[in-house]
DNA sequence: GCCAACGTTGGC
DNA sequence: GCCAACGTTGGC
C-alpha cells in the first residue's frame, strides 16, 4: 500500500467539496510526473493526503483514499473545458486520473508552517523549495506523522 | 501582486 | 539536442 499528498486549490475543490460529493474523479492533472504517478502506482486502497494549496493558509486539511485506478481523464478532450489539449483524444487519452473517496476531514488543521517546524518531516517533497508536483509520495512514516498531527 | 522555481515549447 | 522564451505553480 502506497501514501500520497494531492494538492488542490480549495477555490477549486476543496475538502468539504470531496467531503459532500462522496468521491471524485481527480481531473485536470497535466503534468507527466504526476500522471505517471496515478497511472503507473496509484492502487485502490492508497491513502492520499489532501493539501489545500494557494491557500491562506496553505497545509494538509484531511485524507482520502484511491477508489478507482487510473483512467483517462475525458476533460483533456473537451474544448469547452478548462482542462482542455488539443492533443488529446479518445484515441490517445495522454492524461489520465484516479478516483477518490472522502475518508476524513482532520479535526485540527496541519498548516505548510506547522509541517515545516516538525521533527522528521524535514524530508517530505512538499516542503523541498521549488516542489511544485501536485501528486507526489509520501513514506508511511511521513504519512502517519501527519495523520498524527491533524487528529490532535 | 510579486517572483522564484520549474516545466514546456519551438527555433536553430 | 541546446537553450531562450514563455507559461504555470504556489508561497509569501
Known amino acids: 500500500m502506497n501514501y500520497w499528498l494531492m494538492k488542490s486549490e480549495p477555490t ?3 475538502i468539504d467539496d470531496l467531503k459532500h460529493d462522496k468521491k471524485t474523479s481527480w481531473e485536470g492533472v497535466r503534468n507527466y510526473q504526476a500522471r505517471n504517478f496515478m497511472r503507473d502506482q496509484m492502487k485502490v486502497g492508497d491513502l492520499v493526503l489532501f493539501y489545500h494549496s494557494n491557500a491562506e493558509p496553505p497545509g494538509v486539511v484531511g485524507i482520502a483514499k484511491v477508489c478507482k485506478l487510473a483512467h483517462p ?3 483533456a478532450w473537451d474544448p469547452q473545458s478548462k482542462y482542455f489539449d ?3 483524444s479518445p484515441k490517445n487519452p495522454i492524461w489520465m486520473m484516479v478516483d477518490i473517496e472522502f475518508v476524513e ?5 496541519v ?3 506547522e509541517l515545516k517546524k516538525t521533527k522528521g518531516l524535514e524530508s517530505m517533497m512538499v ?3 521549488g516542489s511544485r508536483l501536485s501528486v507526489q509520495p509520501v513514506s508511511q512514516e511521513h ?3 501527519v495523520t498524527k498531527l491533524g487528529k490532535n
Open 12 to 14: 477549486t475543490y476543496s
Open 73 to 75: 481523464d475525458r476533460a
Open 86 to 88: 488539443e492533443k488529446a
Open 105 to 109: 476531514k482532520f479535526s485540527h488543521f
Open 111 to 113: 498548516s505548510l508552517e
Open 127 to 129: 516542503l523541498q523549495k
Open 143 to 145: 504519512f502517519e506523522k
